[in-house]
Nanobody
Framework: EVQLVQSGAELRNPGASVKGSCKAL????????IDWVRQAPGQGLEWMGR????????KYARNFQDRVTFAADTSTNTAYVELTSLRIEDTAVYYC?????????WGQGTQVTVSV
């Protein structure tokens, strides 16, 4: 069974950084990209980018490319996202996902709250 298990909620001040993880279970980690998506309160899904765990190749959405970094550790089948210079408007639930022809598998989400 494919599962993506994400790290727990985080609370940060503006200007800080946050790092989240996404552990892949039940499939060959290097065979599929991991996408990162977020959803701010009352907003739709916003794609942040993706990583190819086979070679750590990345593609970042333009809105995030200066502040986000993806990484993948094939020894633990875990993907990571780090967002720097946090702003209040970065408050959101952050999801990892892995796509298939039949659909996508999603992590349970990580709540990141940025507050003074």
């Amino acid at each position: 069974e494919v599962q993506l298990v994400q790290s727990g909620a985080e609370l940060r001040n503006p200007g800080a950084s946050v790092k989240g993880s996404c552990k892949a279970l039940g499939y060959i980690f290097t065979s599929y990209y991991i996408d990162w998506v977020r959803q701010a309160p009352g907003q739709g899904l916003e794609w942040m980018g993706r990583i190819d765990p086979e070679n750590n190749g990345t593609k970042y959405a333009r809105n995030f490319q200066d502040r986000v970094t993806f990484a993948a550790d094939t020894s633990t089948n875990t993907a990571y996202v780090e967002l720097t210079s946090l702003r209040i408007e970065d408050t959101a639930v952050y999801y990892c996902a892995t796509r298939r022809n039949s659909g996508a598998y999603w992590g349970q989400g990580t709540q990141v709250t940025v507050s003074v």
